[in-house]
DNA sequence: GTCTATAGCTGGATAGAC
DNA sequence: GTCTATCCAGCTATAGAC
């Protein structure tokens, strides 16, 4: 279950380090992630990296992995909840998670084992969504062949990943309208948003 | 009007590094595009990166241009045929730029002269896609309240490149309905796709 | 225009001291 | 566990020959 190798070590440093990780890769790109420049973001040395990761691409995959792994965590709370679409679409819709997000697809592009890690989780995540939100919208009626289940996470999904990248390049023509309709369309299934009780 | 400096030189040579520093990014990430690398691939001299385009944020700056170039005609053609819907749908929804386009997101994240061009570009584009639509959704008799041309526009655009993206990672789960909805969407106020007569 | 050569960096990974 | 020191590779950009 290890990303690749690496030795257990100390989870505060390794943890230190993902953090920094994480941080360099959303503030400046994946490419500006280097072993000496998170190692010193993260208050340690550089030779650490290979010591808890193997290698930077095992550092990539670990991270890949703990964000996943809260990802999904939070999804089953969001599906779960009184109002699984409000619940859902404020998940995806947040916007710490889409920059590093584009990075990991970004960098996935030219590295195989990121590539593939990616494609597990997102097959996972999808199925997770889709087994849970078939239900929901049975529930409140919905015609599954008039709007199946699947168009409607795919739906929420890009429009919300779309606008979040253009608002990152404060580009924003159109994103009002288009949330509000969206909204609309969670309101009629599911009504008024309520507050979390959390 | 040149993207930064550089010299005129050869339209040819330029032209050969152009493809190869597409071909590259496209391959293998922006980051293996570099200016060796690249030479290589157009079979001259790195050197000629440096003369051409002064630097290696001018060359991207140059690839992207001449990109946003061919795509803004492209667009064009599609609005103004006698089906626009089917024709923007067939334009975004195709995969040769869709890499392209993901690599320079990603680049722009930490190359601020690129994120720059890219904002400019996708305003003047999101520009030219709101006036042509507007005008043909209400041609077709769409209530703009109901179904504004922003939300059909910022739909159709992030459902196209979400599905391509997650089609990159092998990842296809709910596409066929999807693209079955949308196609059926176009097909209610278009009618059925004509193949162009080009 | 295109090349060679090179200066000057920065990177990943590892050996070995502590 | 964490460090220093180091090897070697790769990068950008430029000077100058042809």
Known sequence: MPARKGNPGDPTTRNALLDAAQHVMCTEGYAAATTRRVASEAGVNSALVSYYFGSLDGMFIALFRRGAERSFERLGQALGSPQ????????????????????????????EVIRDEIADYSRRFRRAQLDSLTQVLQRYGVDPDELPASVVILGLSSLSRFMLIEEAFGVDVGHKETEAKVEDFIRRLEGERCPSPT
Chains 1, 2 share one sequence.
């Not at 619940?87 to 590295?111: K, P």
């Open 84 to 111: 699984p679409l409000w619940g859902f679409w404020d998940l995806i819709h947040d916007r710490s998670n889409s920059t590093s997000t584009m990075e990991f697809i970004a960098l996935a592009n030219h590295r």
